[in-house]
């Protein structure tokens, strides 16, 4: 079992909709990464969090450190969102993160 | 800033030859990090560098690699002798003093091994 399970590991909606992409991880974390990964390859890193919530734009991410479970949402969402979305986490005592698999999103018009 | 800088994009090189993939992090970030990525395997942390000395490599996959960072500005990831299975998308990454903070990837070297 992986360290860190994001899922769906695909999920297609319509723009418009609200999305949510959800992470867990089995190992003591410091800190919790969600990365955006483009068609044409870049990384983006989009939220860094230890607790509670972070909000920017469209995205909002949150952490539930009892229940080692993060979730990426994203409100109105809309094509340019089409992106591969990544959880890592820094295991405490670490500086190195763990990947999660991705959740490939795609959003039609 | 012009942010992480990687060099070359992409790479095609023929089993057996060396290939040396270069990265300039951020001015100021004193992590590094150099990271691999398949389809299979997705990302995966090879080695990384806290002032430009090597903290954690136990994700180098073998002997064949080996990474410098000869100064705070520059790093090198060598495959020698490279193979087709070398074959992916690295990533160098930097991040300031704080290493468990934001990390800015570079776009990326896709190394192709025939």
């Known amino acids: 079992k992986n360290e860190v399970e994001q899922s769906p590991q695909n999920l297609t909606a319509q723009e418009g909709e609200f999305i949510t992409i959800n992470c867990s991880y089995s190992?003591?974390?410091?800190?919790l990464h969600w990365l955006q990964q483009h068609p044409g390859g870049g990384i983006v890193s989009l939220f860094m969090?230890?607790?509670g919530k972070k909000k920017h734009g469209r995205l909002i991410a949150t952490i539930n450190i009892q229940e080692k479970h993060s979730s990426l949402h994203i409100t109105a969402s809309h094509p340019r969102d089409s992106a591969v979305y990544i959880c890592?986490?820094?295991?405490?005592?670490?500086?190195?993160?763990?990947f999660g698999q991705g959740t490939r999103l795609t959003i039609n018009p | 800033d012009a942010g992480v800088i990687q060099s070359p994009r992409h790479e095609v090189t023929e089993m057996g030859q060396e290939v040396t993939l270069r990265c300039k992090p951020i001015?100021?970030?004193?992590?590094l990090f150099w990271y691999r990525q398949t389809m299979m395997r997705g990302l995966e942390l090879l080695i990384y560098?806290?002032?430009?000395?090597?903290?954690?490599d136990s994700g180098m996959p073998e002997d064949r690699f080996s990474a410098k960072m000869p100064n705070a500005s520059f790093s090198t990831l060598k495959i020698q002798p490279s193979e087709p299975r070398d074959s992916a998308v690295y990533f160098c990454?930097?991040?300031?003093?704080?290493?468990?903070?934001?990390?800015?990837f570079g776009p990326g070297t896709r190394l192709t091994v025939l």
């Open positions: 001015s100021g970030h004193d992590y």
């Open positions: 990454a930097s991040s300031i003093p704080l290493g468990t903070d934001t990390q800015y």
């Open positions: 190992v003591g974390i410091s800190a």
């Open positions: 560098f806290n002032n430009n000395v090597p903290i954690d």
């Open positions: 969090l230890s607790s």
């Open positions: 890592a986490a820094y295991r405490q005592g670490a500086q190195k993160l763990v």
